[in-house]
């Protein structure tokens, strides 16, 4: 499967030792499905889709004990990182991790209706129009996205590229199955609890405002 974006990068040798340690107690390699993984019954299972460093997926594991956390990113150094602050906050063994692109991940190894939730947090926006078709929010994946949701499961995006935001607004919007709660062509409020990732970071830094959007399956 073709994906886009950056893939390789410089690991430390404490952050090797700790992929080696951890990677088979947690990893999602391709041969396995989630079902295998050795997760509750009972409890919610969350996704975030392209985690950075891992900074979110900390912040769910710890405001939310009683998730399940999967974590899916190509990128080498920030699954390093994520493992590494996973481990140091203790929740780790409540999390999934694989480098898998996302689409392999919730075709092959994500049954229907599994998933609680999905987050995507400032996604690779592309900005030049020929690379449009690269950004992960497309018809066909949003569609692929609800198969996998259970009723009332949700969707929650972030993006500080007003194009990149409307895009992903006029597409989940129009992809059955999916409520929009705002409403139709709006965007929600920041969650209170929310914390500004390195990448909102960056964006403020730059003079750009973050916009979420929040959809559940009906």
């Known amino acids: 499967m073709r994906t886009h974006g950056r893939k390789n990068g410089f690991v430390t040798t404490g952050q090797e030792a700790r992929l080696l340690h951890w990677l088979p107690k947690i990893g ?3 041969e396995k499905k989630l079902l295998d993984a050795g997760l509750p019954d009972d409890a919610p299972i969350i996704m975030e889709i392209g985690f950075g460093n891992g900074d979110f997926l900390v912040h769910l594991a710890t405001t939310h ?3 399940l956390l999967v974590g899916v990113e190509i990128y080498l150094p920030g699954v390093a990182k994520a493992v590494g602050r996973l481990d140091d906050a203790g929740v780790i063994e409540r ?3 694989t480098q898998l692109p996302a689409q392999f991940v919730l075709t092959h190894q994500v049954e229907e209706a599994q998933l609680d939730g999905i987050f ?3 996604p690779d926006p592309w900005p030049k129009a020929r690379h449009h078709k690269r950004r992960i929010i497309q018809k066909d994946f949003a569609e692929l996205m ?3 949701l259970k009723p009332g499961g949700f969707i ?3 993006s500080d590229k007003a194009d990149l935001a409307e895009w992903m607004r006029d597409i989940l919007d129009a992809t059955p199955g999916l409520e929009n709660v705002a409403g139709i062509g709006r965007f929600i409020e920041r969650d209170a609890d929310r914390p500004q990732t390195k990448f909102e970071q960056r ?3 730059a003079g750009r405002i973050s916009q979420f959007l929040h959809y559940v399956k009906v």
């Open 28 to 30: 999602l390699p391709k």
């Open 65 to 67: 004990p009683d998730w």
């Open 95 to 97: 999390c999934r991790i």
């Open 120 to 122: 995507i947090n400032h």
């Open 146 to 148: 609800v198969t996998r």
């Open 156 to 158: 929650k995006l972030a």
């Open 203 to 205: 964006g403020i830094k």
